[in-house]
């Protein structure tokens, strides 16, 4: 199967690249927000982009996660990993009611619960004591395996398995019964439905296994980061991003979500890091002391939202099946 | 004494004030081609919505292989062996020609390999193989007509719900589908079948039931119900051609 | 007394949310858009009333003249430019250019004003009126509460009354049929983004005296917006206007009477048991569940 080669190449490429970077934590990391997003968003896809349900909340499963690990090690001693398996299982929990509540609606009502359900988890941890409040929760000391958690090339092989991880059963559910009828639940819920399909059953299914994932990255993301709150994770923003990347690389397709991420997490950093900025000034562009100068330095960092509501609207108008769901189309 | 397949029982179907159908009793016996007819708006698919267990009834029983399945979703119709296709053609869209057909056997099998070989012997039988890895999408209305056809056969099921499976193909085609349905039937499928050409459903039913304005009119053979006075007036009444 | 206190500033405050709510759900019924910018664009209102009275020493509620047809006029151009050319699209796409179109909005905001507070103190924000012994109304409550009260009114009759207001009535009603009988339900679309739009900011205008101004404000609306609207009935007005009292005053007990931490926790779990119990809400629309 071509598509299982070409996960193998890029995941052997990608394993090699610290290797080949050496040791500069800075790219190494910008390299795990890549990684972390492209596994979120293929997640997502999974639900979103095969079964067509669009969860605008999927930062409760990452939140959830996250919390849940960071809790149960810092507060129990937990092994990290027996931590992330409770994760899972609260963001299973979570899911299966939001998926019994909604799912049985016909209409687009998912969506909205979707968000609903992520409030509330994110308005319960900002509320609730054991959640550290508007604190967060300090992870300080953390092992596993003898690993080195203070470096961060556990943490890129761990984003990078959950990628290929993700990648491998989305190729597998594609090609199985569960993959065909979530395909057939985006393209017709009623013909679906008289051929047999239970919606219930198998958007749920979706919603479950695109819910664990997550949650095993908001897992990684707490003992790899060290500190959360609920800015950090169950955020509105965090759900809306998940999605952009999937929909600017495609939504439904294999890489389109993983193209996503290559392009806007980099593109977010350049921002939020004022490399156009320095390099205009560098250049002679822009003097550094005028207005224009001053308004780029100081704004420049909190423009990438801008940015991604600008590529969003643009996305949608001209481009509504992502990157590479408009290359499929031309061939 | 013949096993009656499917009994619609006192069925009426009303959204809140308006009734769509009211009191219908019929039998539809196993092997029969049965036809379903009468003018625009008579409830022939608002009755084979709650057949199909896409609507409720508002009262009366519709009882299934003596299974009553007034209150099943229309998956579990489904799998009960009640098959049905659309008025308004449901190509899944994205979806290949053998995928479409594959998500209709997938329901009696769970392996991707039986299932791409049951599908194949449906393109075969209705003739679309040569369609087989184009999108559904993108195909003519006939070949999706047949497209569905092939679906619903996929799933093996002991009845078949068409509805206005002729409506928009010409006459080699309308024959082609005819000539399907006549060896479905051969094969040992029971046929329910909602239709607008009186040719083709003479030359194919067995029985026929009319309706008119959700009341049952008629029943009978075609020869009968041709020259009923009350059905040609019904549906020279109602405005509508053959 | 504590319960008649909460419940009376409840539904003032539910006012306007009422008046959120019902550009909300016109937009929805016209156009069978769900608008997740609309938080944002109650925001814009907000500002525009902040600005109108900082800069040009008008109070809020005068400030109201100039802010409906600005806003009118904002939403109509929105709706030609974008929206319109979206319109027979998937409903998902449709919800990510909103979206999108609201994130431009915020964050435009957010570079053009910081993401400092601002407030809009009137000679009136603090004051109260006292009735009934012990109950005490805050003015700008009042004074809001009793313009939306007459905003919904002139509404009610433009919908009623007008021809175009009746057309798009008819168009929120059964688009299709509406189009059948000749009107241009392209413009109809047009003018209830634009009514829309106007009625959230006039909502965000209204609550501009009481609430801290910042470029995110707009974000805890709008999913209380989608509440009320789906608890009143998606596309009904009426519906929408039940739908905001009673939330307002479902925000005011829990105040009250838990904490003000869980009252948005307890909105929210009103949302999903109603789609639990009554999907189509109190008013809903038929058809669709």
């Not at chain 1, 943490?155 to 395909?183: C, D, H």
């Not at chain 1, 923003?237 to 495609?250: H, M, Q």
């Not at chain 1, 993983?258 to 320095?278: F, K, T, Y």
């Amino acid at each position: 199967m071509k598509q299982i080669i070409l996960i193998a190449v890029i995941a052997g490429i990608a394993a090699l690249l610290p290797l080949v970077i050496g040791d500069s934590p800075y790219f190494i990391g910008v390299l795990i927000s890549v990684l972390m997003m492209a596994a979120l968003s293929s997640a997502w896809n999974i639900l979103g982009g095969y079964a067509g349900q669009y969860s605008f909340g999927h930062a409760a499963y990452f939140g959830s996660g996250a919390y849940t690990t960071m809790i149960l090690i810092s507060k129990f001693n937990f092994n990290p990993l027996v931590s992330m398996v409770a994760g899972i299982i609260v963001a299973c929990i979570i899911a299966l009611i939001t998926g019994s509540i909604v799912f049985r609606l016909r209409g687009h009502y998912f969506g909205l619960a979707s968000i609903a359900v992520a409030e509330i988890v994110r308005l319960s941890a900002l509320n609730f004591d054991f959640t550290g409040g508007a604190q967060g929760i300090l992870l300080t000391d953390v092992t596993l395996w003898g690993l080195d958690l203070n470096s961060k090339i556990p943490f890129y092989y761990g984003m990078l398995l959950v990628l290929v991880l993700t990648l491998g059963i989305t190729l597998y559910l594609r090609t199985s019964k569960t993959g065909f009828y979530l395909q057939a639940i985006r393209e017709d819920q009623d013909a679906a439905a008289s051929l047999g399909i239970n919606l219930s059953f198998y958007k749920n299914k979706a919603l479950l296994i695109s819910a664990a994932l997550t949650s095993v990255l908001g897992s990684l993301y707490a003992v790899y980061i060290r500190f959360i709150d609920t800015s950090a994770v169950l955020d509105l923003r965090l759900s809306i991003e998940i999605i952009l990347t999937a929909i600017i690389g495609g939504v439904g397709t294999l890489w389109g979500p993983v193209l996503g991420a290559v392009l806007l997490v980099p593109l977010a950093e350049i921002l939020r890091s004022n490399v156009i900025g320095d390099a205009l000034v560098k250049h002679g562009v822009v003097s550094e002391t005028s207005g224009l100068g001053v308004f780029l330095k100081e704004n420049l960092a909190h423009a990438h939202v801008l940015v991604y509501g600008i590529i969003t609207v643009v996305c949608i108008l001209y481009l509504p099946k992502g990157i590479l769901g408009f290359f499929r189309r031309v061939k | 004494m013949i096993q009656h397949l499917l009994h619609i029982n006192h069925v009426s179907k009303h959204f809140g004030g308006n009734v769509a159908v009211s009191d219908i009793s019929f039998s539809v016996d196993e092997k029969q081609i049965f036809g379903l007819i009468g003018p625009n708006g008579a409830g022939k698919t608002t009755l084979f919505n709650c057949i199909s267990g896409f609507y409720p009834v508002t009262s009366g029983d519709i009882i299934f292989d003596n299974k009553t399945i007034n209150n099943l979703r229309p998956d579990e119709v489904c799998h009960l062996g009640m098959a049905r296709t659309w008025q308004r053609v449901k190509p899944l869209g994205s979806l290949t020609v053998l995928e479409n057909v594959m998500i209709g056997a997938f329901s009696i099998t769970n392996t991707t390999r039986e299932a791409e070989e049951i599908a194949m012997e449906q393109l075969q039988l209705v003739g679309l193989t040569d369609f087989s890895k184009k999108s559904a999408g993108s195909l003519s209305i006939g070949l999706k007509k047949k497209l569905e056809l092939a679906r619903v056969l996929a799933t093996h099921p002991k009845m078949l719900l068409l509805d206005e499976i002729c409506g928009g193909l010409n006459h080699t085609e309308t024959d082609t589908i005819l000539a399907i349905i006549r060896d479905v039937r051969n094969k040992g499928a029971t046929i329910v079948f909602i239709e607008h050409d009186m040719k083709a459903v003479t030359a194919v039913c067995d029985w026929i039931v009319v309706l008119n304005s959700g009341e049952k009119l008629a029943e009978g053979t075609p020869e009968v119900i041709t020259r009923n006075p009350d059905v040609i007036a019904a549906y020279l009444g109602g405005g509508h051609n053959a | 007394m504590f319960f008649l206190q909460s419940l009376l500033s409840g539904i003032l405050t539910g006012g306007v949310y009422a008046l959120a709510g019902i550009g909300m759900s016109l937009v929805f019924g016209v156009m069978n858009i769900s608008n997740f910018a609309h938080g944002d664009l109650m925001m814009l209102g907000m500002y525009l009333a902040y600005f109108a009275f900082t800069l040009l020493h008008i109070d809020p509620y005068i400030s109201l003249l100039l802010i409906i047809p600005t806003a009118f006029l904002f939403g109509f151009i929105v709706e030609k430019i974008f929206i319109h050319r979206i319109i027979s699209h998937p409903h998902q796409n449709q919800i990510l250019l909103t979206i999108g179109l609201g994130l431009i909005m915020s964050n435009t905001a957010l570079l053009a004003f910081t993401s400092d507070p601002k407030i809009l103190t009137t000679s009136y924000s603090s004051s109260a009126v006292h009735i009934l012994g012990g109950i005490s109304l805050s003015v700008p409550l009042l004074l809001s509460f009793t313009i939306t009260c007459g905003i919904t009114g002139i509404l009610f009759l433009f919908l009623s009354k007008t021809t175009t207001g009746l057309a798009l009535w008819a168009t929120s009603q059964n688009r299709e049929a509406a189009q059948l009988m000749g009107i241009n339900v392209a413009k109809m679309s047009a003018i209830a983004f634009g009514l829309g739009t106007a009625l959230a900011a006039t909502a965000g205008a209204l609550i501009a005296p009481t609430y801290y101004i910042h470029p995110m404000a707009g974000h805890t609306f709008l999913l209380k917006a989608f509440t009320i609207c789906v608890l009143g009935g998606l596309g009904s007005v009426v519906g929408a206007g039940v739908g905001g009292i009673i939330i307002g005053i479902v925000e005011s007990m829990s105040s009250t009477y838990l904490s003000s931490d869980w009252k948005d926790v307890v909105v929210f779990i009103i949302f999903l048991v109603v789609l639990l119990l009554r999907p189509q809400g109190l008013l809903g629309k038929k058809g669709e569940q």
